[in-house]
């Protein structure tokens, strides 16, 4: 059977539409990054692997080496960081747009606290190991991804249209209890409100729900 090539245009038109439209493409992959020995990776992984595990990230997955302030201030539906300290972690994370996020420290414990300030967040899954103790958590915020903004995943130049914004605090990896979050809707004055996160956002803000994480 033999196909013309305005059959072959037409087929491949249908299937980039199918992909872009359902993010069945998109969805399958995970962005990885981490960080070993002063060197980030970022990688794009067909399946979830095995936390911590760099030898198999660099086998299976297309990585790339980066620079700590190159890195791109950029969004994910699916996001995956493997640390060893906040500092890089801010570095990677902080001011960032992302779905669906999963934090794996790979490091010791204690950990200095930072603040970091994340993007349309939805769900956070955390995983860290305490005294010998691996502790894996999950955090739902919210399950709505199509509520006009607050549902889309922005950059760092969308400031204007955000939200939603999750501030996470780094000191839950080195505590013992469960995960927490408790949020604060309509605030329309930021600088009153939470002055240290007010170059996060425009004056054009009407209102947005802050959720702090715990």
């Known amino acids: ?6 059959t072959i245009n037409l087929f491949w038109i249908g299937l980039l539409s199918f ?12 962005t990885l990054i981490f960080t070993k020995e002063n060197t980030i990776r970022k990688c794009m992984c067909p399946d979830s692997i095995n936390d911590c595990d760099y030898s198999l990230a660099n086998l299976i997955c297309n990585c790339r080496t980066v620079l700590p302030y190159t890195v791109d201030k950029t969004y994910y539906n699916n996001l995956v960081i493997w640390f060893t300290e906040t500092d890089m972690l801010r570095i990677l994370l902080n001011v960032t747009s992302v779905h ?7 490091g010791t414990i204690p950990l200095t606290t930072k603040y970091l300030t994340i993007w349309g967040l939805q769900k956070l899954q955390i ?18 991804c199509d509520n006009g903004a607050q549902g889309k995943l922005m950059s760092y130049k969308d400031k204007n249209m955000i939200t939603h914004v999750a ?3 780094t000191s839950l990896f080195s ?3 469960p995960l927490k979050a408790y949020s604060v809707e309509n605030i329309s004055n930021i ?4 002055p240290h996160l007010d170059n996060f956002f425009s004056p054009s803000n009407k209102s947005c729900i802050i959720t702090f994480i715990y």
């Open 100 to 106: 669906n996020l999963k934090l794996s420290l790979c």
């Open 19 to 30: 992909c872009v439209d359902s993010s069945v493409c998109s969805e399958k992959n995970n």
């Open 191 to 194: 600088s009153d409100n939470f």
């Open 175 to 177: 505590g013992s209890g």
């Open 127 to 144: 995983r860290s190991e305490n005294n010998g103790q691996l502790k894996q958590q999950s955090l739902t915020i919210s399950t709505n």
């Open 1 to 6: 059977m033999s196909f013309s090539a305005h």
């Open 167 to 169: 501030v996470l605090d």
